[in-house]
T-cell receptor
Framework: SQKIEQNSEALNIQEGKTATLTCNYT??????LQWYRQDPGRGPVFLLLIRENEKEKRKERLKVTFDTTLKQSLFHITASQPADSATYLCALDRSRGSYIPTFGRGTSLIVHP | DVKVTQSSRYLVKRTGEKVFLECVQDMDHENMFWYRQDPGLGLRLIYF???????EKGDIPEGYSVSREKKERFSLILESASTNQTSMYLC???????????FGPGTRLLVL
């Protein structure tokens, strides 16, 4: 069965630096991958979607890459700010063509002023 | 903007009680979902609905049921609450032609 791995350890970085979060998956070839942000006690909020035929996608300070050979997605936040501190979840389709995602457990990002 | 609302932010119930969690979305989305989220386990799908009066089991449906009588409303029912159902419950909705899910704020349920 498919498996999604996100680093369970929190990522601590200094304000202004680039944060890079990793999402690895195994036993599967997803058609798309999504990234969500979740603040404590709140529901996840969609950030970006990248499809298997796309290598990279950008939105303001956010950048997502999708390497289907490595079975990995990287999520970058440039010029990070304390307000970027949150948990970031990746999600991929649980079967090809399915609109139902399977979520990773998320990685906590802490940006220090 | 899509808005998904959940009936309660916090709820305290006793073991054996019947519990109703309500979710309403205002964007005419066909698909709706119920998840629970627990530390270390991530988001787990309980039930989802493709459309009115339709429901499908997710990964952990045991102990839960759902109801979708109107397109905008999706209810999660705990028939007889147990302490292991203490969790954060999240509702989500989505257009049937798009992958993105829109989540509600969550209901933190404590079963004593």
């Amino acid at each position: 069965s498919q498996k999604i791995e996100q680093n369970s350890e929190a990522l601590n970085i200094q304000e202004g630096k680039t944060a890079t979060l990793t999402c690895n998956y195994t036993n599967y070839s997803p058609a798309y991958l999504q990234w969500y942000r979740q603040d404590p006690g709140r529901g996840p909020v969609f950030l970006l979607l990248i499809r298997e035929n796309e290598k990279e996608k950008r939105k303001e300070r956010l950048k997502v890459t999708f390497d289907t050979t490595l079975k990995q997605s990287l999520f970058h936040i440039t010029a990070s700010q304390p307000a970027d501190s949150a948990t970031y979840l990746c999600a991929l389709d649980r079967s090809r063509g399915s609109y139902i995602p399977t979520f990773g457990r998320g990685t906590s990002l802490i940006v220090h002023p | 903007d899509v808005k998904v609302t959940q009936s309660s932010r916090y709820l305290v119930k006793r073991t054996g009680e019947k519990v109703f969690l309500e979710c309403v979305q205002d964007m005419d989305h066909e698909n709706m979902f119920w998840y629970r989220q627990d530390p270390g386990l991530g988001l787990r799908l309980i039930y989802f609905s493709y459309d009115v009066k339709m429901k499908e089991k997710g990964d952990i449906p045991e102990g839960y049921s759902v109801s979708r009588e109107k397109k905008e409303r999706f209810s999660l029912i705990l028939e007889s609450a147990s302490t292991n159902q203490t969790s954060m419950y999240l509702c989500a909705s989505r257009m049937s032609t798009q992958e993105t899910q829109y989540f509600g704020p969550g209901t933190r349920l404590l079963v004593l």
